[in-house]
């Protein structure tokens, strides 16, 4: 694996397959590092295995559904809003349902079908995703990130890291 990356991320989670696929399209190099057997494993079991995707609704409404002071969504859901989400799932051949709440799912009501789409727009873009590898640190010389340190003490040599490791929720 010790090749060099333009970037490495960190977590195979939605967060870090969605960064994987845009970065490899502008060009980057990109290492996916996963410390699970396979990727995305929590966001097979979202929305009770069916995956609520996103609301349907404009930004505004989604903010102000937000609990507590949702806007600092403001600038990210400004660059990606729910209908470019829908969009986004639609283009990779995931079509979508609107249900009660203007809740989304996927017509097929399997998460799965999320995390096949995910993994397939990190991978399709040229991203490689490596699972079973923990990342322990982030290496920097200077202020300049130079790589990533596995617990298995291998160092995979990169220019950027980027940290998609998640919340707490379902840590496993
Ligand atoms: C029961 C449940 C139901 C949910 N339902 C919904 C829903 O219907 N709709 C919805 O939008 N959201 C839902 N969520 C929330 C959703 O799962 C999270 O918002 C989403 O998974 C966050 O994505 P993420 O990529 O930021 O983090 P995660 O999905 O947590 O991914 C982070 C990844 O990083 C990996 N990782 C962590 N540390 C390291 C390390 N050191 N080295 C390498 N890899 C590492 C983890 O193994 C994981 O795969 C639900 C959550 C739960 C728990």
Redesign the pocket.
């Known amino acids: 694996m010790a090749n060099h990356f333009d970037a490495v991320i960190?977590?195979?989670?939605?967060?870090?397959?969605l960064c994987a696929g845009f970065a490899a399209r502008r060009g980057m190099r990109v290492a996916v590092?996963?410390?699970?057997g396979r990727?995305?494993?929590?966001?097979r079991?979202?929305?009770?295995g069916?995956?609520?995707?996103?609301n349907n609704c404009d930004n505004n409404d989604f903010i102000r559904a937000v609990r507590g002071n949702g806007r600092f969504l403001y600038s990210a859901i400004a660059a990606f809003s729910t209908a470019d989400t829908m969009a986004f799932f639609e283009g990779l051949g995931v079509p979508l349902k609107t249900e009660r709440g203007n809740r989304v799912f996927p017509v097929s009501d399997q998460a799965t079908d999320i995390v096949d789409a995910l993994v397939g727009f990190a991978k399709d873009g040229g991203a490689k995703i490596f699972t079973g590898?923990?990342?322990?640190e982030v290496l920097a010389e200077n202020g300049q990130v130079t790589g990533v340190l596995l617990e298995s003490g291998e160092v995979i040599p990169c220019t950027r890291a980027v940290i998609?490791?998640?919340?707490k929720?379902?840590p496993l």
């Open positions: 960190i977590g195979g989670g939605a967060a870090g397959l590092l996963e410390k699970n990727p995305a494993r929590k966001v079991i979202t929305g009770k069916r995956c609520n995707v996103t590898q923990a990342a322990k998609a490791t998640g919340g929720s379902y």
